[in-house]
């Protein structure tokens, strides 16, 4: 506490102020300490997060590697993508799944596959001649495809022309459930055609039609005798663009046997793979060459995509758990144990592999583990070489599981083990939820010891301003009664 001496020269609210401030600063040292480990922690739940980021990006490369198919969690499916060449993609191209065999066929495309289409006769667009036959009122015609028929009405009124009808009938037709499109198409300045065409290819989507109630395509020359025989279209009548619609359906010889599609999109020749055929050769023409192999290349990109998320695991841990690192969480027993056991997973023998000769480490893949527990390729033509030999080799490594009927036990495979051992840390109630929720908890309670603290020093330094402004005031009184006592003695002085 300052003496009556020191005060004398708290003659301002300023010096007070200062005074107290620095009281504030010495008093609130311990509260900068508890700041600074909030920061600390802060930095450690950072470093959680940034982990469990990386863990989630590596298990969703080992899901990757892990079949879809739920009944056969060990199947090679990932590993056997293929690619597909032609010699003239321009005439028939291709695509495969994993279910395509490595094979080469021939294809020779001699007719595309089509739609069926039909035209109405033309008539004279601003002529009331179809109306002044058929007469007004709702008619009703049917259309059939791939076996189903549908009705359709169109209501005709007087005065409307005959380019309004074949429009009113074009939308007609495409508002029903009719599998073609219709089009009112002005042949000429001063004519007007229906046109019709299914929407799919083939001979099995190909056009029916018959009048229902009224003559309304009859009167347009769309006719039962045209339909039964299907008449050709010219340029003026109605009828069919392809009279005989057999050749609706693409026509190939796939090596050497005649074959024919509705489509030119063939999925059901061979299984796995897709034939897309785009153009027409003569019959004498070269055959195109579909070749199907092992696409080598994307299964070690899966695979590399699994390293480098490993290693990007691997490395952050490396150095955040040095207790040289200087690291928020060097030396903590919780990630250096992660780190452990990643490493051990990708050292692990699989013991349910399903060949009898096959490797049963990843080193013996041509992928080696190096001293710091990251993984490289040091061998990609033996990882090719096995791939070659049979995709299982590479497979169970990183799928193999045991199986018994349609219960899978022992998922020992590296992809399985990451997946499993990632999930157990990632999900709630796991050991990282629990580190980051224990370190909130912390924080949370440093922060009520902070409160504390700042309530304490207020009230003290507001105690000690109360004192100082006392003493300052009894300065005051002081000086001025000072002033008094040498008034007073000055004016006794003077009388002597």
Excluded at 254 to 261: C, L, S
Aim: proline share 1%.
């Amino acid at each position: 506490m300052a003496t009556i001496a020191g005060a004398q020269n708290l003659t301002t609210n300023t010096q007070i102020d200062q005074l107290i401030e620095q009281y504030r600063t010495q008093k609130s040292k311990p509260v900068k300490k508890l700041e600074e480990k909030i920061t600390s922690i802060n930095k450690k739940i950072g470093s959680y997060g940034d982990i469990k980021s990386k863990l989630n990006t590596l298990m969703d490369s080992a899901k990757a590697l892990i079949s879809s198919d739920l009944t056969s969690p060990s199947s090679p499916d990932k590993f056997e993508s293929k690619t597909v060449s032609s010699s003239d993609s321009t005439i028939v191209s291709a695509t495969a799944t994993s279910d395509a065999s490595n094979s080469t066929y021939e294809i020779l495309v001699t007719r595309l596959a089509k739609s069926d289409s039909i035209f109405s006769n033309q008539v004279t667009s601003t002529d009331t001649t179809i109306v002044g036959i058929e007469g007004a009122g709702a008619k009703t015609f049917s259309l059939t495809v791939n076996g189903t028929t549908s009705n359709i009405v169109v209501t005709l009124n007087v005065g409307d022309t005959n380019s309004d009808i074949i429009k009113a009938i074009a939308s007609a037709i495409n508002s029903s459930d009719a599998n073609v499109t219709a089009s009112a198409v002005s042949d000429t300045a001063t004519t007007s055609r229906l046109l019709i065409s299914s929407k799919n290819t083939g001979t099995v989507d190909a056009i029916s039609f018959a009048d229902v109630a009224g003559t309304l395509f009859d009167n347009i020359g769309l006719s039962a005798a045209v339909n039964a025989g299907r008449t050709a279209y010219t340029n003026a009548t109605a009828g069919f663009q392809y009279t005989d619609s057999s050749t609706l359906n693409a026509s190939f010889k796939f090596n050497g046997v005649d074959m024919t599609r509705g489509s030119n999109t063939i999925t059901d020749l061979i299984d796995g793979i897709t034939f897309t055929l785009k153009k027409t050769q003569l019959i004498t023409d070269t055959p195109i060459t579909i070749s199907t192999t092992l696409d080598k290349d994307s299964a070690k990109s899966k695979i590399d995509k699994f390293i480098t998320d490993y290693n990007d695991v691997i490395k952050f841990l490396n150095s955040k758990t040095a207790r040289n690192s200087n690291s928020d969480i060097a030396g903590d027993s919780t990630y250096t144990t992660i780190l452990s056991k990643l490493r051990s997973i990708a050292r692990s023998q699989i013991e349910s592999i399903s060949t009898a000769d096959g490797p049963d480490q990843i080193s013996l893949l041509g992928i080696k583990v190096n001293s710091d527990g990251t993984l490289s390729f040091d061998d990609v033509s033996k990882f090719n070489s096995y791939l070659d030999q049979n995709v299982r080799y590479v497979a169970d490594i990183f799928v193999s599981t045991d199986e018994d009927g349609f219960v899978f036990e022992a998922k020992d495979g590296l992809a399985h083990q990451f997946k499993t051992y990632i999930d157990s840390l990632t999900k709630p109630g796991g050991q990282l939820a629990l580190s980051t929720q224990s370190s909130q908890q912390d924080v949370r309670r440093i922060k009520k010891q902070i409160t504390k603290l700042e309530t304490k020093i207020e009230i003290e330094v507001q105690k000690y301003r109360d004192e100082f402004s006392r003493m300052q005031t009894l300065v005051q009184q002081l000086g001025q009664q000072y002033s008094t006592v040498q008034s007073l003695t000055s004016g006794l002085l003077s009388n002597f």
